[in-house]
């Protein structure tokens, strides 16, 4: 009876041991490639380093405060950047995951028919190449391209004009480019419901819009909550496809805010304090807007 103690004290010393053995790993990668990078980023955005003695900087590099933020909220192309960026998340949680979500309903429910071949293409272009989309895309809408050709057949006298919100062009290609993540995902969970507890709601006269708000809907809200994280975060991370597509032009237009830090520090002269600080403010609202979600998740969600 007097090692009981000993031996459960024993115990617990090895299951913490083991369990900073497997934690420590993953802890430490986290660190070196998120936190440690994010809260250096912020000092720097604080500093007035500008690129070294190469670039003519300083040579004593110092903390002067919010300068950076300051020449960074009186910019207009900032908000600009930020407006596109508004943009683009509202056509990913609004427009990409329900879109998503109907299709891989009806594909589920049996509504259409050739299931195999609607989730084939409609998910092709997540697993072509952004570049390569972004420069297709470019050729086939440009003056000489396929887009205007076709136009010309029906209308010779059809001359391309710079539209009034090129940002259009741009969000249309970004519905259609990930709209099929979203149906993978909805379809993959869409399976695990019983599919007898939606046909049981029916034989109670349920109709298939009940089964949906009242059986589908509250199994899938927590799939609902992530989608809209990764539609979030994939949104202010936009740079790729709109480097390649239009490289923010016209006149800045369809700049995006990771776009215009990326141009703030490695184009020309850098502005390193400034490129931090933009990096900072896309941080600060990808977390207010994963708080939104997972508020109003909690508040109107069900439970899987």
Do not use: H
């Amino acid at each position: 009876m007097k090692t009981r103690p000993s031996t459960m004290l024993s115990t617990r010393r090895e299951e913490t041991r083991a369990y900073w053995l497997f934690v420590l790993p993953g802890f430490l990668i986290f660190f070196s490639v998120m936190a440690f990078p994010t809260v250096f980023s912020f000092f720097l955005s604080l500093s007035n380093y500008s690129g070294g003695k190469l670039w003519g900087g300083p040579k004593k590099v110092s903390l002067v405060g919010f300068d950076a933020y300051v020449t960074m909220f009186k910019d207009k192309y900032f908000w600009l950047a930020l407006e596109n960026n508004i943009y683009i998340v509202l056509i990913s949680v609004f427009g990409q995951i329900p879109l998503g979500f109907i299709m891989a309903y009806m594909l589920f429910r049996g509504m259409l028919k050739g299931r195999d071949f609607f989730q084939t293409v409609i998910y092709l272009p997540c697993v072509i190449s952004t570049v390569v989309i972004g420069a297709l895309w470019s050729a086939f809408t440009s003056p000489n391209g396929a887009l205007p050709s076709l136009i010309r057949l029906f209308n010779p006298a059809y001359e391309v004009q710079v539209s009034a919100n090129p940002m259009i062009k741009v969000l249309l290609v970004i519905l259609w480019m990930y709209t099929g993540t979203y149906l993978i995902i909805f379809m993959a969970n869409l399976q695990k419901i019983d599919v007898s507890v939606i046909e049981a709601s029916k034989i109670d006269g349920a109709s298939e819009m009940q089964a949906l708000r009242y059986i589908i809907l509250p199994a899938l809200s927590g799939v609902i909550v992530v989608s809209s994280i990764l539609a979030i975060s994939g949104s202010l991370k936009s740079f790729d496809l709109i480097f390649v597509m239009t490289n923010g032009g016209p006149a800045g237009r369809t700049r995006v805010l990771a776009l215009y830090m990326y141009e703030n520090a490695f184009k020309g002269a850098p502005k390193y304090p400034l490129a931090n600080a933009i990096s900072m403010v896309m941080v600060i609202i990808s977390f207010l807007l994963i708080g939104i979600t997972k508020a109003v998740e909690k508040r109107f969600g069900g439970r899987e």
